[in-house]
Structures are given as structure tokens and as C-alpha cells.
């Protein structure tokens, strides 16, 4: 188990779906910082289910509590313990499931590791388990936006096969990619996104997608070089979330098949810094931010757990057909928004502060 | 700085293109392990550069010392000094790059961090430094393939676009791999690579390429939700290395097309284990290993450093247009595939030792 | 901030006097261990306050719940979640205290690092931050007990110049140190102590006083050199305490007179197992565990509130007359007791794990 | 195994008595230092053997190397490798040893450990393994010196029953210290010291004894709470050292004896700070700096390698006398003097550093 991340901006989460609840400690925040509770609820919110018929209909207030290292209003530079109480504590009754593991689920790879599973629905592989990290995000992305006006926007820009046209990574805002179901900025692809979505989920399936993000403000000089390069921390980040098969950033796996001469960002002075012409590089050169805006995408898979009947074998290898109960997101990608901005504000603040060491 | 990687078995790696030399610190190797300088040298004369006319003809033997940590031709368990003395240990005289920052490459975000950089060739953000890994690396890999039998192979899949036709990550072999100049397998799209490689040089230009993976023996259990997941560890580690832009496993990408149905991978009794008939997972499910062979890719961008001439602005914005002196490798992907499964290496064996606690 | 201990089972602490609560994540616990709150709530309830006439007669009950990482009564191996409620949650009301650093206390070293701090009786610096390192102690000292046998057991060797006679180290129990108020488990020495303890808390005053510590049935083996030896993880963690001045193993400051043949411990078949006959080590040699039981004292300061008025200076540097107000512990080492046998059990599971890694 | 130290400014240490030589890996060196082998020979020298009739008379140059790191004669802000070759390279012949683990000696705890260990004089426990930290801690002394004016300057305050009078420690230079052979600042308790070393010498014995140390000029607020608080970690750093078996700070085991009316430091203006009138906290309050001079003292047992006969068991258990070869040092805590500085200065600059991202 490894529940923390980050050196000097350490977050460490808990909590499975059942249970008291889920949460996380944040060690290293900077004390002075006014913080309370609803400036972590808004993000939490974004994330949580039931927010439109996209979504598995549970109802979920998630409601933050700190439960230490603030005082009047102010945090003491003391450890900040968030807490969200579980709705439902009791132990899980899957039936089925306790015999057999959903395909391409952590069910059985929990079992393999440590000899036991959560009897309910995922345990720490459930997208429960990010509660803890969008909490602790908010409260990075509050300092990052007052110390260095920083702005964190991701939006989902494809779903299945259905793509979103260009958006403009300078100037797309949180505002506009709430504005759609499907968090895509833009109309029309929104609206064939969302189609797609009710008709995978009428054929009791599932659908993947890619949630894209950009940083904005972010000044030359973040990154560790070697082993903490930012888009090698990002890249951790990202595949650290549930569902994730991939991370790009800049040019990403296209920029493979360009010349040298067609991929290099030329320099040009902007304003006070040295820029760039373009942006193939996504904001990072040799591991460290450019200051210009960092871009990078994040493919999340289909969700595992459909409705559909599936050929599988139980954990003694005896061939069933396994029906999953419930209702579940057909897709996750509208509510991995959120997270998705979460986590790169703890990789950003975690650096900008090793960084700061510097001053 | 953050040059240090890994839990339980810990690699420290240091140096530059100048100065006396590059190498590593390991710390956390098992004792009682046969080694000598010959576990070593096999990858590093993979990685070399002048091995063939499809790179750089620099020459440079790369030979290493083992410093500590080794007796009698068994590992005491204590810390092993790895060291390759530089050739030439002068400091640089780039002239013109001391003035301008070069296209794509870290030059500006070193001297935007520090303050300061290597007059040399990218000090730390320069290929050599990736020596004390794939040092590091070869033992971690002789660990793991004689406790489990491990087996890592890369290959080159592309360049630019010229693309491998399937290789069979069940039975591709190094043999295979180092059969063709462009360490493509598949000999007929090696031979296209090739052509375009030569041609891209002649053009004094550079192009792109991907490096898959397969890492095949590792059981089903290795990996520690929720932060340091398997995948979530080997995107870090591929995105810490020089000139790398994407990192994506199993179906990756293209999986966020596929509906759940199509995507999940059904389990099925494969002999003693439990397995599944597909693989789109690529061997991780919930960020733990499930016994099927691990399958990753990695996208590497066209080399920054071109002889062409560049449209460009020095340090204080003045436009400048640069040429590049001497000659770089056109095509970084052949020489990348030893240092990816180096990574590979540094990763599965700490995720091993962290698993074997649960033993 | 650094409030995480710990490389395999790792412990993150959180939490002032005042506020929601205090508490700790458990992150590395092995998973199946029958767990609930009952194993963790007795060493609460001895290190909790208003035990005696002895102590502050606060009554707080010190109730913990169980988070996360627990189902229907076994670990999960995720991590524990572990809270405390406080029982007053206003932020606290000190007065003079505000502009008037205490004596002795961390008021003015808080202040000058974070630039705020708690109004409370201390924040973090407080005894209650205590509670989340005994809580997350239970459970390892729970582990070590059911995998190895260990036993841990620390008492009060000293109050102020009252001493103890020899405790044997070999045979002392936690019910004969709790046989007395003092927790010396020589019971004319105890009375002394008791004696001395009311004298000064007629007198407003406050005395220090020494606890040792026996852990017995430690395998030899434990301990990572060079940094994170056994005898070095031990001094860290008992100076991590408030309060304590002072770590010896073994001979400790009286050894340093001794000649090498005094003090030198030979070997001798001890059953199954190689043993020394003397134990001036303490139990450690090089940083490892040599089988032989660990022994180590720490030293605790007199408590630096005390009733009595005090000449010192304002934040101003003004000269002032301090009243502290309320009445307080006149001697901490009784309830110090579960406190330093919870940090010596952090210390051991966590070093027990890393070496079993070479099992 | 874990031979890394601090949190950004982080070194590894690797080497043995025998093999190519020993060393460290400093990572977070802060960039743009003047830095050369100069700044670390001092140190060195002052640390190894040879030096006086008092100490072992192995001539070891210990020529120290910087491999990496430093170009111009500046830092370049990335990892420092340093290295000391060892004049003699081949595995050990020490017969009798291998089959008798020597008393109080880490022989046996190591074959424990690692089921293997060195041939030579002790492998890693040996006193040449502080080698890498001595070198690494002159550089973190003068980043200290210059940016801080922070002085380290530890003596010998006894040796055996010999005892220093008082020596001020607002004052006392390592000129002064450096002045006897014993470096005991104090000439007539130096001789006496000296006269005991002898004496001891002759009878083929050795003798312990402590080294004291004060920091000066460390502004207030370095040290982390709660588990890497300043004297927390200078106690892990001073235990982590061979030979040592007690660390105190400030009153230390004495103040245990006194009242709190006794013990508390009062505040009082000092120039352009609040400072105490007595400093029996040593100058760390709360796990953090106080401004005041820290003081600590550390306590080192007698050197277990002697020349007496000594009667002990062989591996198997079986009786033997054993009697040591060779020339040992009979006392090393003139020797430690340089290293307890090291020791502090690495803890003293990774705090430094952690409480400036608060800057």
C-alpha cells in the first residue's frame, strides 16, 4: 500500500466505500491560508454521482468535514485532516461477486495481493477512493490560483469514438465545460457525446474516453529532474486513477511521427519571458515547466461493470455467466474531470514548493 | 533534484556529459547475489551511441566499475557504487549555445531552475545520464529474472511513421530485437525505418519513433494502490526519461473507443492460475499485476538537437537563427530500447520486494 | 511539517487540542489481522489524563474509531483511518497567553516558524497530539506480539532524584507497572515517587523523570544501516516526543567510562540461538538486533507549565510576571509510559517488515 | 539497507573497508556554490587515522574526488558524486574472524542480517563507512557558513572517567579544539585524557567516552514537527554513527532532576530577537530552534576491537578465546570530533531548507 504522495505538499488518503468513511491527512500545507470547508466542496461536488442522467442515479452529499490544522478560519501549517462520512457503513453483500471476479475489475488482483477483499464494491479500486484526493486537490489548487494565479481547466474531449473539435487550451474556462452533461466545451460534440452515452447505457454497456487538460500560469523552473520530472509526476498521477490506460503530453504519441525540424517550439520573446512559438513540447522541457501553459491527456477505459451478461470463470476456474446487479455509470469521463484537475494540482503545488527552496 | 527512484531497492543515479563521470548508487539489493562488472556491461554496450550509421558516431567504451557493495563476486547487500568514467571530462565550449537556448531542448527551463547549467551538452538533461540507470537497471533485471523468471523485452514498433506490422509479445525475443540495425523485430518494416532514418540524417533533420514493452513471468500481486500502481509507476518512470512525450498500456489510447463489452478481458483457467482471454488490461488491473504479460508503449519525439538551420531567439529575445554543430543522433528510438527495459527493470523489482513484505 | 513515520508501515499523524479531533492513517498494515477498536482503546485509556490524583484531572474519554481498512473485524490491508473527537472544539481562549510566549514551551518557536499558531494549549506541540502515535502503536504492537511474540514493556525508573531499585529487565509486566500510580513497578520506590509528585504539585511546580524500556523476543536482524538503524529509528523517535531531552541504549553515558574489556558482551550458545552473556549492547549491535533484549531510557524534562508566577518577556520583548492558569500535569513520565512503548512498537514493526522482505 | 539521509538536501553514502573505495551522492545541493575537493579535504583529514600515537597508525590519504555535480568550479544544482578511493582493494584475510564473531562487534548481527558480510574489518559497521558522510557534511557546513554564518564546533568533554572542565560554548573554535591531540579544549583535562588513552594502549585496552557539540547562529524555526523535529533527527543522525550509545540535549538526563521553576529558560530581549536567560532546552524548543545555541552531547562506548584476550563462542557456540590482531584505536572520540560535526551539519541544512520553502 503507498496512500501517500508528494514531498513537502503530502497527501495521504483513506477509505473504501464502506466503512466510516473516506478521506485524507494534507502534510506541508502552508499555514496562513484561509481555508473552510466550502472552499473543498466545490470540486467535491463536481465529482460526485448523480449529478445528471449520465451518471449511476446514487445520491451522495459527500460533504466535507476538517477535522484539524485549521483554526478561525486560518490553517496553522499543522497536518489538515478531511473526513467524508460514508452514506452506507455496512459490509457489502455482493453475493455473486464474492465468487467471482468481474472481468477486467480489481476484484481479483485485490485477492491475489493481499489474500482479502473489501466485500463491497471495489474498496480502495472503487472511484470512491478519489474523494480523498479531490479534497486535498482543492485545497493545492486554492494556494497555486492566490500565490502564483495559477488556473487548473480540464474537459473531456472525446468519448468513445465521438470528438470534441479544437478547443482553445488559452482561453476554455471551468464555466464552459460545466455548461454541457458531457463536460465538453464544445456544443455539438457535447450533444453526440451525450447521445452516445444514453445509448450505451440503454444497451446496458460501457464507453471510454479522453479527458484533456491544460495549466495555465504555471512559471519556468517546476520539476525535478530526473526522477520527478513534472510530466513523469503527472504521469504517475494520472495512472494512479482509477480506469486509466494512458498519459500524453505536448505532441504525445502523434508528435512521434514528426520530423525535428516540424516538432521544435522555437523561442520568442513574449512580453516579459522567453516563450515559445508553439507548444509542441506541452509546457515542459527536459522535465521542468517552460511557462507556457502545460497540455497534456489522460484515456480512460470503458468501465468495467456492465449490465450485460458476460462469459467468465469464478476464481476456481469453473466457466458462469455473471449479471451484474445495480446500475452504474456507463461512462466516467464527465465526472474524472475533477479529478483530473485535482491531481495536477498536487503534482504542480508539490513541485512549485520544491522549487521554492530555490528562491 | 530528484534523482533517486524506487522504496526497498533504491537507485541514486549522478552525473553529467562532463566532470569525471556518471553512474549510480543501488541501495536495497538482496545479498548473496552473484555479480561482477559482465551482469552490467551487456546493457550499457546496448546503449552506447556509435554502435551502427544509424546514430551518433561518437564513441565511447562505457565500461563500469563496481565501487562497493560486492565481494568475492557476491553482493553484501550493502550499496553498490556504480561508475563510467566520461571520456572527456573538460568542460564545453558550445559557444553560440551559451548565448541561445536550443529549440525543444532543456537548456532555458535548466537555466530558468537553477540559475545555471553545464556548459556541456545538456548536463543532466543530456542522454548520457541515462548510464547509471540501465547499470542499475541490469541488476535489477538479472534479480528478477533468476527469483521469477522474469522476462523484459522492447522493441521499436515506429518511427515516424513507418510502422511495425504485429509482433508477438508472447515470443518476441532480444535476439530478435538486435537482429535489425533499427531494433524492429519485423524485418521487412526494420528495413523501411532504416531507409528512413538515413534519409532523415542526409536532411540533417530528426523524426519521432514508439518503443514497446513486454515484461512476461511477473505474478499476478506486484504494485501498492494507490499511488504507486504498477502502471502508475512505470509511466512515471518512462516519462522520466530524456525526449519522452507519451506513455500508454494495454489498449491505451485506442481502448477509450471500445465499448465495456468489447474491452473487458474474460478470466479463464490457464494451468495453475487464473488468467484472462484477452489482454486488453496489458497485465494490470487496479493498478496490480494479474499474471498476463505486461504491455506498454512509450512515444518518443523527434531528437530537439538539428543540423538544419532554426528560426530562433537567444536568451534576452533577440531573434537569432541557429545551427547546430557537430553530428546527433537522427533517431533516438534504437538506443532506447536497452533504457526502457532498464525502467521496466528498476520498477518491477521494487514493486517485487515490496509485495515479497507480504509473503 | 513532517508528521508521517515509517517506510513499510507508515503512520501519519494529525490533529491539535482543539479543533475536530486528533488521530493518525496507518498506511502498510499486512492485511487479514483480526482488528477493532478494543485492541487499540486500552493504551488510550492508560495514556489518557485524569488516571489519578496524580495528573491533570481533565476527564477526556479518548474514544477511537476505526475509520477505514477494517471489515467485518479484518484489516483489508488499505489504510487505517483512525479519529479521536475532542471534546471541545472551540478554538481556545488563553489570554495572556496570547501575547505572552510561555517559558520553555513551543509557543514562541511556533510562531516564529509558521508565522501563527493554535490559540489552544499548545496545537501540535500539545501531549494530545500524542494520542494518534498511541493508536496506530496498538496495532503494531499487536502484530509484532502475534508474529513473533514480542513484548514491550516500559515503567518509570525515576522522578526527579527519586529512583528506582533494579527492575529485571528479563521478567518486569505491564501488570506490575501498573500496580502502582507512578507506574515504577518497585513499590517502595514508588511511593517515594508519589510522594515527591504531590510535593510539587502543592508547590506549583512541576518535576521530569526517566522511562525505561525493555522489548523482548526481537529476533536477531532488525535494523537498516546506516541510517535507519534500530538504535537510531529508537533515538528519533523518542526524541519525536514532547518533553524528552534524552535516548541511551544499553550502557548508554555510564558505558562511556568503561574499558572495552568491561564493557565488551562475549558470546555464548543461548539454546537455539547465539547470545551474549552480558547485554551492554542493549540489543544492538551495529544498528541490528542481536537477539538479546533491547533496552533504552529516555529522558523526560520537567513539565514547563507550572502554577507558580515566572519572570520572562512578552513576544515584545517586554518584561512580564506569567500566571499560568488552570491546573496541570505536575509530572508527565507516568502517562509517558504507553507513549513510549507505542513509538518503540512503530519503530520495530516497521524495521520487522523491511527485513522481511529478505526472508 | 538504507544509506540515504534528508529530505532535499538527501545523501546517499556507499562503500566498505575494502573494495574500490567509498563515498556519497549529494542530491539537492543547492546550485551556483563555489565548491572544490578543497572545501572537503579539511574535514577529512581531520577525521582519519593516523593523525597522533593516539589513534591506529593506518596511514590512509583519503583523497576525496568529486565525480559529478560541480563544473567551473560552481554547483550546478544536480546530484554531487564524491569519492575516496580505499588503498586496499582486495577482500580481507582476517582467518580467525571468520569463524568467531567478534564481541560487541557487528560481525555477527550482520550474518544475521544478510545471511553474508564482508571479509574485511567490518564491512559497512566499520569506521570507514563515515567517510561519505564527512565529505558530504563539509559541504553542507559551508552552505551553512555562508548563507546562515552558522558555526558547528565539537570536542571532546570526556574520556573514560577523565571529565573536561566547563568550556563556553558561545566561544570555544576548533582551534582551540584542534589544539590537543585529544581534542579537549581544555588543556590540563587534556592531558589527563591523553595520559588515560596511553595507559589504556599499553594494556591493550580501549576506553569510551563524549563528544559534545554546539551550533551557533541558527535562526529560529528550523526543525519539522513532529517526527523530524530538530533533536529528533540530530538524535537519528548521532545514534546512526558506530560506537554510539547515547544522545542528550540541553539539561538532558540531569534535568530530569530539576523543577520546573528550576528548568524553564526565561524570555528576554537580545538584541533583535527573544532569547532565554538559561538555555537548558539547547537551544530547541518544541522540535524547533529557539535561536539559541544548540547543544547536545553524544555518548560513544568503548572501541569493541581489542587486543586482551578475550573469552567468547564461535558461530556454532562452541567456547574460544579470541585475541585481535593488528593495531586498533583504543579510543575513538578524538577522531568522532569532525564526524559529530558532519553529522549536525547534514541535519542542520535539509531543516534549513525545509523551513525556507516557508520563506
Not at 481479483?108 to 463491497?120: C, E, L, M, P, V
Not at 516579459?272 to 480512460?300: D, K
Request: glycine share 12%.
Amino acid at each position: 500500500m503507498s496512500s501517500s504522495l508528494g514531498t513537502l505538499f503530502r497527501v495521504s488518503t483513506f477509505g473504501e466505500s464502506h466503512g466510516v468513511g473516506v478521506g485524507a491527512v494534507v502534510d506541508g500545507c502552508p499555514a496562513g491560508l484561509h481555508l473552510s470547508e466550502a472552499d473543498i466542496q466545490g470540486q467535491l461536488d463536481r465529482r460526485r454521482p448523480g449529478q445528471s442522467d449520465l451518471t449511476t442515479p446514487r445520491e451522495e452529499a459527500d460533504q466535507v468535514t476538517i477535522l484539524s490544522g485549521v483554526e478561525n478560519g486560518l490553517t496553522l501549517g499543522t497536518p489538515i485532516g478531511l473526513l467524508v462520512h460514508n452514506k452506507d457503513q455496512r459490509p457489502g453483500d455482493y453475493g455473486e461477486m464474492d465468487q467471482v471476479p468481474r472481468p477486467s475489475h480489481a476484484d481479483f488482483t485485490y485477492q491475489a495481493k493481499y489474500g482479502i477483499r473489501a466485500s463491497s464494491g471495489g474498496g480502495r479500486s472503487s472511484a470512491r477512493e478519489t474523494i480523498g484526493r479531490v479534497a486535498a486537490g482543492a485545497i493545492a489548487e486554492k494556494i497555486l490560483r492566490e500565490e502564483w494565479g495559477v488556473e487548473i481547466v480540464a474537459w473531456v474531449s472525446s468519448i468513445g469514438s465521438e470528438q470534441s473539435s479544437d478547443i482553445d487550451p488559452e482561453t476554455v474556462s471551468r464555466a464552459q465545460v460545466d455548461a454541457t452533461l458531457s463536460r465538453c466545451p464544445d456544443q455539438p460534440s457535447a450533444e453526440r457525446m451525450e447521445a452516445l452515452v444514453r445509448e450505451v447505457l440503454d444497451a446496458k454497456d460501457s464507453v471510454g474516453g479522453i479527458v484533456s487538460c491544460v495549466c495555465r500560469n504555471i512559471p519556468a523552473g517546476w520539476g525535478e529532474p530526473v526522477f520527478d520530472k513534472l510530466d513523469a509526476k503527472l504521469a504517475q498521477a494520472m495512472l494512479s486513477l482509477p480506469a486509466t490506460k494512458g498519459f500524453e503530453i505536448g505532441s504525445g504519441f502523434a508528435g512521434t511521427q514528426l520530423r525535428g525540424s516540424q516538432h521544435n517550439d522555437p523561442f520568442v520573446q513574449k512580453g516579459e519571458r522567453l516563450g515559445t512559438v508553439t507548444n509542441n513540447a506541452g509546457g515542459v522541457l527536459g522535465g521542468i515547466s517552460s511557462g507556457e501553459p502545460i497540455l497534456f491527456r489522460v484515456a480512460f477505459k470503458p468501465v468495467a461493470t456492465i449490465g450485460q451478461p458476460q462469459q467468465t470463470a469464478d476464481f476456481s476456474g469453473k466457466p458462469v455467466t455473471m449479471e451484474a446487479k445495480g446500475r452504474h455509470d456507463p461512462c466516467v469521463v464527465p465526472r474524472a474531470v475533477p479529478i483530473v484537475e485535482s491531481m495536477a494540482a498536487l503534482v504542480l503545488l508539490d513541485l512549485a514548493l520544491r522549487q521554492k527552496v530555490r528562491g
